[in-house]
């Protein structure tokens, strides 16, 4: 089964200042998809971001990016200008592309955002 | 479009008692899901289905079971509720297949479940 590792449980940035989570992953797969959900306090899981492996340009949305390392099995997400609506628990997730299309998630990195 | 909802948000039950979580999605996914996460755990599978009359099991199935009779309904059941079972359970939509891969999940908003 696919692994996907989040080393960092807590992180923390000031606000408009950039963060980096780190995520690791481990397949044997060629053909899958990478995700970072953002989980508010509220509990509602959003998604932030999607990445398909077999593109080599890194995902971008408005503040959030991703750095890509497919060799590596490296899927980071970077937050620039980080604001307090950012605060929450980031997980990571890894999307098989067979087996049920189920996801794989981290344990996730709880983002404080520092006034 | 109301995506994905859970009933109920919250629920205590008493060691041994039974109940069914309701999850129901009206974006005609092929593919449903039921996550647990606990703290400090990430969301961990428990039972999935790729369509209507079909379910399997997940990484953690025991204690629970499902039904898929319809494409919109997904309801989780707990027997004989155990302290471990303490939860926020997700239920979880997409589409199927592989072109349809890179869609994410929708997610309902989650059920907290305490067994005491």
């Known amino acids: 089964a696919q692994t996907v590792t989040q080393s960092q449980p807590e992180m923390s940035v000031q606000e408009a200042e950039t963060v980096t989570l780190s995520c690791t992953y481990d397949?044997?797969?060629?053909?899958?998809?990478l995700f970072w959900y953002k989980q508010p306090p509220s509990r509602q899981m959003i998604l932030v971001i999607r990445?398909?492996?077999?593109?080599?340009q890194n995902a971008t949305e408005n503040r959030f990016s991703v750095n890509f390392q497919k060799a590596a099995k490296s899927f980071s997400l970077k937050i620039s200008d980080s604001q307090l609506g950012d605060a929450a628990m980031y997980f990571c997730?890894?999307?098989?592309?067979?087996?049920?299309?189920?996801?794989?998630f981290g344990t996730g990195t709880s983002l404080t955002v520092i006034p | 479009n109301a995506g994905v909802t859970q009933t109920p948000k919250f629920r205590i039950l008493k060691i041994g008692q039974s109940m069914t979580l309701q999850c129901t999605q009206d974006?005609?996914?092929?593919?449903m899901y039921w996550y647990r996460q606990d703290p400090g755990m990430g969301l961990k599978l428990i039972y999935y289905?790729?369509?209507?009359?079909?379910?399997d099991k997940g990484e953690v199935p025991n204690g629970y079971n499902v039904s898929r009779s319809t494409t919109e309904d997904f309801p989780l059941r707990l027997e004989l509720a155990a302290p471990s079972q303490t939860s926020v359970y997700f239920c979880?939509?997409?589409?199927?297949?592989?072109?349809?891969?890179?869609?994410?999940?929708?997610f309902g908003s989650g059920t907290r479940l305490t067994v005491v």
């Open positions: 979880a939509s997409t589409r199927a297949g592989t072109l349809s891969s890179n869609y994410g999940y929708t």
């Open positions: 397949t044997s797969e060629s053909d899958y998809y």
């Open positions: 990445q398909e492996a077999y593109k080599q």
């Open positions: 997730a890894y999307r098989s592309a067979f087996a049920g299309n189920q996801f794989y």
């Open positions: 974006m005609n996914h092929n593919y």
């Open positions: 289905s790729v369509g209507a009359g079909i379910t």
